[in-house]
């Protein structure tokens, strides 16, 4: 098992800056895919960004240029650098695991979740 805890949202001004953190604990995850994804209100969860075990990384072309997953294995985090943040980016961004460490575009292909911390930017 593994568990996720997200930290690092906050009410923000468009255009400030964020960076968020997923602490994971139970087991490694240097070999997992890891993702973030975020939901809005009234809105269906999405896909930000994914991050597999070699270093691969995939975003939104929403968020393309102005976010950035990385993760640090040896303290087994996950993180995700946001700039130029606008109102669109407000929402719940959630830490994913995929234990088959192939990253996915899609929600249910990742087998652990973190609760959530709430990103909300000002216009």
């Known amino acids: 098992q593994v568990q996720l805890v997200e930290s690092g949202g906050g009410l923000v001004r468009t255009g400030d800056s964020l960076r968020l953190s997923c602490a994971a604990s139970?087991?490694?995850?240097?070999?997992?895919?890891m993702a973030w994804f975020r939901q809005a209100a009234g809105k269906e969860r999405e896909f930000v960004a994914t991050?597999?075990?070699?270093?691969?990384?995939f975003y939104a072309d929403s968020v393309k240029g102005r976010f950035t997953i990385s993760r640090d294995n040896a303290k087994n985090m996950v993180y995700l650098q946001m700039i130029s943040l606008k109102p669109d980016d407000t929402g719940v961004y959630y830490c994913?695991?995929?234990?088959?460490?192939?990253?996915?575009?899609?929600?249910?292909?990742?087998?652990?979740w973190g609760q959530g911390t709430q990103v909300t930017v000002s216009s």
């Open positions: 994913a695991a995929d234990y088959s460490g192939r990253p996915s575009l899609s929600a249910r292909r990742y087998d652990y």
């Open positions: 139970g087991r490694s995850i240097s070999d997992y895919a």
């Open positions: 991050l597999n075990s070699a270093g691969s990384t």
